[in-house]
């Protein structure tokens, strides 16, 4: 199904809190390139997230620590580029926004200035509340991101589900509770459980958008590589693939070797 013309007004962050006002889920897909970014956008997806997991599925990193504040304004130009209606988000990669609230902003600043993406994303809770405030009050529309914070990973030793215990679902509660006051236009809320995250979702009155956290959520997000099909190695729970593009690809370019092989391209039509 196609967006309508009509229907193809650039989304912003007011129009994500009226769509949960009216109770209409969002879509959120990721993206690292132009050429996907275009696809998906007249597809007539609602968010892009320029994910820090470029840092993996672009990359080849093991974890999202290593990718850069440049090698995320790269991938987010790209994006932008591609985008016509879907409201673009850049994440702040590892380090970027971490206690340091004037180091945070001019961070910010560059991610919007250099990008022209509509919003951040930005991984904590409490401990980095002077950081969001800040950046908030510099006119940039912050999403947090709650739950499972992979660039946290090396602190939790697993990429488990979050929230299970009474005191860490009782804290992640209060850092949803504490973003919305500080003015975040939503939250994403990572591998929690379902009851926790449509708890959290009923308590505030911003959009949260789930991965691994149920259909309670106000949206859904997923990386497009996992959704596409493209890799084989990565099945977690959540994850539902709606195509198979690793082996189209695989078969199409065994094809195209091949035809390159027994001379049967170019033929005569395909010559000047």
């Known amino acids: 199904m196609s967006v309508h013309k009509e229907d193809r007004k650039k989304i912003t962050t007011l129009q994500l809190k009226k769509m949960k006002q009216q109770g209409e889920k969002i879509s959120v897909l990721t993206a690292y390139d132009y050429t996907t970014a275009k696809i998906i956008d007249e597809a007539g997806i609602d968010v892009i997230i320029v994910g820090d997991s470029a840092s993996n599925t672009m990359i080849g990193n093991p974890t999202t620590l290593s990718i850069t504040l440049d090698q995320m304004i790269y991938y987010t130009k790209a994006v932008v580029n591609g985008t016509k209606r879907a409201l673009v988000i850049a994440d702040m990669p590892f380090g970027t926004v971490s206690g340091n609230p004037l180091k945070s902003l001019d961070a910010a600043i560059r991610m919007i200035q250099e ?158």
């Open 115 to 272: 990008t022209g993406a509509d919003a951040i994303k930005i991984e904590g809770g409490a401990e980095i509340m002077e950081d969001v405030k800040k950046i908030i009050d510099a006119g940039i529309p912050v999403m947090a991101h709650l739950g499972l914070m992979p660039q946290s990973i090396n602190k939790y030793g697993t990429y488990a589900v979050r929230g299970k215990e009474e005191s860490e679902a009782k804290k992640l509660i209060e850092d949803c509770q504490l973003m919305e006051e500080l003015g975040v236009f939503g939250i994403l809320l990572e591998k929690i459980p379902a009851d926790l995250a449509a708890q959290i979702s009923q308590q505030i009155s911003i959009p949260t958008i789930g991965i691994g956290a149920g259909v309670g959520t106000d949206g859904q997000v997923l990386v497009i590589q996992d959704v596409m099909g493209m890799n084989k190695d990565f099945s977690p729970k959540f994850l539902r693939r709606y195509a198979d593009l690793y082996t189209i690809m695989t078969e199409a370019a065994q094809h195209y070797i091949d035809d390159v092989k027994t001379m049967n391209f170019p033929n005569k039509t395909e010559s000047y």
